[in-house]
């Protein structure tokens, strides 16, 4: 069973993985290891889904959307703001706010909690998208956040989207890549590692990538959407 984006997030895997880039899940469990918005997961939430990050801000958002929030609450959720309204004023509870900020905030690292110049517009925090959210998060009420980080344990799919090494900042402490690597390369279960190339058109290194295709990365006006080369390492399933 696939549903959408329940929120926007900088390099969603969802797109990428409804277009095939990465393998399907070969056990009924699956951990997302950097969760973000879990565009990999979605594509087959009716499994057990697991999820993991280190930004307080998505925790706390899956935590509300998983356990507490009901449909009411989202289409509680005022639409058409004007651009520059603060979040934080319009007296909503504080899962309401975090998913509204983050349609309005692609790139959601950080406490910009404005309403964007692009944020009602069509594909963004619209009628349209409230109706489909406040519908479609029935699908995950059986999922779960994890506390601490993930072991890459057997007989699980373990999806690892870190943020790419050489390529963006986020506000987050870093990640050491090569560690990751080595406990990838010693994991057990199913694992499939996403990277991408850097800045300067560098190819991963930190474990012996494969390229999968081009993802897209951000949508613009038609025609325009930014794409990056996506690679892929997997291991055996054992």
Known sequence: MRIHPLFKQ???SWSATRAGLYPEPEYNTIVEHYAGSAGYSLNFCEKNVYLYDTDQHITALWSWLIHWAKPQDILDIPIGLPEGTNILSLNLMHGQALLLKHWQRTNNVGDCWTISSWGNKPGQWTANTRARVAEEVQAIKHWAILPAKPYLCAEMTHFVD????????????????AELGRRCLAGRGQI???????????????LPFRPA????????????????????WTNEVT
């Open 213 to 232: 295709g081009k993802r897209v990365t951000s949508r613009r006006k038609a025609n325009q959407s930014h794409h990056r080369m996506e690679y892929i």
């Open 162 to 177: 870190p943020p790419y090494a050489g390529n963006y900042a986020y506000k987050q402490p870093p990640i050491d890549h």
């Open 10 to 12: 900088f390099g969603s």
């Open 192 to 206: 499939i590692v996403c990277e991408g190339l850097a800045k300067d058109g560098t190819p991963p290194t930190w």
